[in-house]
Every structure is written in structure tokens, then in C-alpha cells.
């Protein structure tokens, strides 16, 4: 088993919504040709990317859309259940406990936490809230292996800590903030600011292109 | 003016908040050496991203803390007052406009969209939601140059097509599907999943790693 380079993982999906899109369409065989030019990227660094996944396309058929769907699937592990923590209730852990689609990708939340006592006790989504101190047992009891954190900056790290204590493996990040944790726990720090910056400087670069063309 | 390639976009926001860090820390200089191991990159790729804002490093000294920042800041636009419209006041928009960090990036949210009348005329986090067909006169009328898209996937399109016609030069859409535009405006698709399918493939290769030295 080779480290998969992070921007592979990354680009992984949208691999992955564009074959769905393409078989809903009945589009049985494709070749990497195609997919580059859908998703703009360069057709050898599609082949590299989908390398990893183990399937291998053939010089003139290309790849078969199911096979490869499949095996991205099953190389994201999106195949196995993984049940899940949202800690914090607010707007943003609210928003992810009502986005059905992260069950396709095997994502299960079974309980979300809240320091708020008015939320203790309530559901959001069908989802129960429970008191953060109740993270650790439970996680330990429900073999809970991902945790997403969607907590202001100034608790990320308390929260973490009892995440981890927890027994927790990977944890999704989204406050705007960075966590430590041993090495064996994966820490993925959700970026809002990765998209803006690539929305904020698209706009000079099409402004530029434009006045050129004129 | 080159094209900056995406990822390098994408980095971008990473260093600057280190940078921040390190110059709340009181360090005035740093060399592309110490950047690269804080963040996990080669630091051959830091010195080229950077290179991209206009600063290039000295030999021995490195960058200077601050002045890279602010080569960052002005590469990515972010000095500049954008003023922005949320189409989507539910879960995900709210937590968006609550999201006061934005403001340090020039994203100013001036108003809010909804097609539910129980929310029109109210505010969140003080921002007034309107009604879904104000968007293209109001558009106009402001000057709004970004919309941020945090509706259902069924009714992104429609959304985005009144946006347009307001005028509007970018879209950050956060709803799960593809958006249809002219080539002039930038669609940047804010994808959930890229991180979760890092955070899901770390996972096995951390395990694997883990399995290796026992």
C-alpha cells in the first residue's frame, strides 16, 4: 500500500459525483480523456489519481464507469458504517445533522453534543443532545470513530481532548481553529477559507483575461 | 499576470493563517524551510506558491512575517470590501452569516434570500432576509459581486440564474450539485466531501501505518 498524495484524496470525489452523474445517464465505459476535460484537470494526472484505486483503464475502452465508481467507493472506505459524533448544535453542526447525503458516504451521526443546557435532552434532525461531559463514555460505549467538531474556536481543543479520550480516531474539524492530538488520530481541519481564496482570486484572474480579450 | 494554479490557491489561506500565528508570536522572519515543515509541505512548493504573491525570500533571512502577509492578503483580494448576498437562510446560511471571521477576508454579507415567507422580513444575526425575487433588482441596485449559495440542490440553479441576472460576479455555491454559468462568472463548488474523503482515506492509511510497527 503506497500514501496517497492529499490532493489525490481530495479530488477523489469529484471523480466519483461525475461518474454517478455519467451512469444515471447510462454511460457504461469512459476514458480518462473525458473525464480531464469535464472536470478541467490534466488527462495524466486523472490516470495517476485513479491508479490508486487499483482499477486500471484499457488503451481503447477506457474505464468501465461501475468498476470505477465502485472501487473509488471502496477506496474512500465510504463502503463501511461509521458512526459518528457532532459536537456542537449550533447553526453549523445543525447544518451537518440535517445533510442526509453524508450517509452515502458511510458517515452515521448517532449523537450530537452541546454545553447549552436548553438543547440537552432535545433532538435536532431525529438526532438526541446530550451534555459534552457524557463524550468519552459514550464514545467508548458506542465505538464511536469519527467526531466533528463544530464548536466556536475557544473550546475546539477541550472538546478534542475528550473526543480522544474517547477513543476516538479522526476528527472533523470545522472551527477556524488548529487541534493536537496524538499521531495516531487523524485530524482533518475543514477549511472555509481554502474555496474563498480560490473564489476571491478566480474573480482578478477572469477580470484580467477579460480586459485582454477587449 | 500568470494563472495561478488552484491548489496554490488553496495553500494560500494555510500560510496565512500560520504566518498570523507566528507574528502574534512576535517572529519577524521565517524562511520557506520552517513554513514547509510546520504545514507538511515541500518546502521547494512553499517557495514557489509564494513566489505567485510577488515576495520572493532572502537567501539567509527568509520572508519578512509581515510583509508576507500582506502580499498574501492583496493576492488573494482579501483587503478589499466585498459586499455579498446569502441565498439560503436555513441552517447552513445562518451559520455563514454568524460567521463574523469573513469580514477578515473582505466578504461583507449585506443581506439574506429566502422563499419562506416566515423568515422574510426578519433578521439573522443582523442581516435582513427578503424574498428570492428581489435578488436580481437588489443585486443591481448594490452592487453585490458576491452570492453565496446555500440552498438544496434543486433549487440552486433557479437561484443562481436570478443571481446573475443581478449582475453578480462569483458564486460560492454550497449546494450539492453543479451550477450553470457564463464563462465570466466564477462558480467555486464548496465541497464537503473533498475533506471528509481526506479525513476517511487517512484513516485506513494511518491504521495500516500503525499495524506496520507492531
Known sequence: ??????????????????????MENGVEKISSTIIAQALSLDSTQVRKDLEYTGVKGKPKTGFFVKELINAILEFLTWTTRRDAFVVGAGNLGS??????????????????????????????????????????????????????????????QEV????????IKAIWNFAPTYIKAPKEVVIENHQFTESLAALTRKMVEVDFHLLKKE
Chains 1, 2 share one sequence.
Open 160 to 167: 478534542a481532548d475528550l473526543l480522544i479520550k474517547g477513543g
Open 1 to 22: 500500500m503506497r500514501i496517497t498524495p492529499e490532493p489525490t484524496m481530495r479530488r477523489l470525489p469529484h471523480y466519483l459525483h461525475f461518474l454517478k452523474r455519467q
Open 95 to 156: 447544518a451537518m445533522l440535517g445533510y442526509n447525503r453524508f450517509r452515502d458516504y458511510g458517515l452515521h451521526f448517532v449523537a450530537a453534543f452541546d454545553s447549552d443546557e436548553s438543547k440537552i435532552g432535545t433532538k435536532i434532525y431525529d438526532t438526541p443532545i446530550f451534555s459534552i461531559d457524557k463524550i468519552p463514555s459514550m464514545a467508548q460505549q458506542m465505538q464511536i470513530t469519527v467526531g466533528v467538531l463544530t464548536v466556536p474556536a475557544q473550546a475546539a
